[in-house]
């Protein structure tokens, strides 16, 4: 009753899943992930047991084939699920039991596996593994939800649309450096469940992104003076401490204290101040 796509970063410190279903809260079941180890996606009847078994199996460096392999051979259950699985090496590996409801099936390739069930067709699939693949230039949580994007436009789950779930891991690249959860979103129950996950997405880059250096604005000068006025219309007026304080006060309101860097603005931070003061 899903479709999704598992997946690593080209350099290995990413893992993560991407799943769209007709089904309530699809990302409270298919994904695991664990940094540096892998990503498992189980779905159909789903085997809840899997996640946390495949990852063990991953953790002590077991290639994704045989973690599929072992987990559905200790599986009576088998023939009803649909799994997929990535390491931090080589190709991905899916599996689609016998009594999956039609469209159901699933590919993979080198750090990859795409597999749904109940889907309009194959060309969901190859939706997914085109995207993914000519996706490489996209930053990794974006091309992975263009991949999904790609295979609901493709028809998705031929039952209709319910639910979407992102969940990306690197290590320490959770919320300030605390948590190795990258990107955890989730969408439970919507009319549009992957456009609203890439909605959700836009704004967690917006306030957990990192600063690129190369951008960044000196707070000097006329940067200085603008932000100070832009910060007093924001009812954050500049005080003897100087407009970084005003600055760290505004951003704490706004969850942009990610972005904020000392002695300089991120101009994404500044357009955000901009637009949100009329600036």
Request: with cysteine; proline share 5%.
């Amino acid at each position: 009753m899903t479709f999704s796509i598992v997946a690593r970063s080209a350099d290995g410190l990413l893992h993560g899943v991407a799943v769209a279903s007709k089904f309530l809260a699809a990302g409270a079941l298919v994904p695991a992930a664990e940094a540096e180890v892998g990503a498992l996606a189980s779905q159909a009847h789903a085997n809840l047991a899997y996640r946390a078994q495949g990852l063990t199996m991953l953790r002590t460096g077991v290639p994704a084939a045989d973690v599929v392999a072992g987990l559905i051979a200790a599986d009576p259950g088998r023939d009803d699920r649909q799994l997929g699985v990535v390491g931090t090496t080589g190709d991905g590996a899916t599996w689609t039991g016998p009594r999956c409801h039609p469209w159901a099936g699933g590919q993979s390739g080198d750090g990859w596996a795409a597999q749904g069930n109940i889907l309009a067709g194959p060309e969901v699939i190859d939706a997914l593994r085109d995207t993914w693949l000519g996706g490489a230039g996209l930053p990794f949580p974006q091309r992975l939800l263009a991949a999904l994007a790609a295979g609901d436009r493709a028809g998705g789950d031929r039952r209709g649309r319910q639910s979407a779930a992102l969940f990306v891991v690197q290590r320490h690249g959770g919320y300030a450096g605390t948590g190795d959860e990258l990107v955890d979103l989730r969408v439970d129950d919507h009319r549009d469940p992957v456009g609203e996950l890439g909605r959700l997405l836009d704004i967690h880059t917006l306030l957990f992104g990192k600063p690129d250096p190369a951008t960044l604005l000196d707070l000097t000068g006329p940067v200085a003076d603008e932000v100070a006025a832009l910060l007093a219309t924001a009812g954050h007026p500049v005080g003897a401490a100087g407009v970084e304080e005003a600055l760290d006060a505004w951003a704490g309101v706004e969850n942009l204290e990610e972005r904020i860097v000392p002695g300089r603005i991120d101009p994404i931070v500044l357009d955000h101040l901009r637009r949100t003061t009329g600036g």
